[in-house]
């Protein structure tokens, strides 16, 4: 079992950059594939980027291509998902995820078990 935090969220002006991160407890975080997720107001949740669980490997919406990028420090247990060029249709809360079922990046949000609270991003125009 993993437990999930994520912080850094905050406000930011349109073309700002913001970093946020999701910290996992216990031992094993390294046999996890972990998914970051968004959930504006109004909207169902979606896929925003996904690492494998070496690192090697990452999937991102095609919404955030160029502009996001995920990482991860399993010696930390520690991932982070570095967005640049922040739009105001990024403002949502965003949600880390993580399962030990896959080892490659998956981008449905029914595959993850482990979840975080959320951080909430809010970019103003």
């Known amino acids: 079992q993993v437990q999930l935090v994520e912080s850094g969220g905050g406000l930011v002006q349109a073309g700002g950059s913001l970093r946020l991160s999701c910290a996992a407890s216990g031992r094993t975080f390294s046999r996890y594939v972990v998914g970051w997720f968004r959930q504006a107001p109004g909207k169902e949740r979606e896929f925003v980027a996904a690492?494998?669980?070496?690192?090697?490997?990452?999937a991102d919406a095609d919404s955030v291509k160029g502009r996001f990028t995920i990482s991860r420090d399993n010696a930390k247990n520690t991932v982070s998902l570095q967005m640049n060029s922040l739009k105001p249709e990024d403002t949502a809360i965003y949600y880390c995820a993580a399962d030990a079922t896959y080892y490659l990046p998956t981008t449905y949000a029914t595959n993850y078990e482990y979840w975080g609270q959320g951080t909430q991003v809010t970019v103003s125009s």
């Open positions: 690492i494998s669980t070496s690192g090697a490997s990452t």
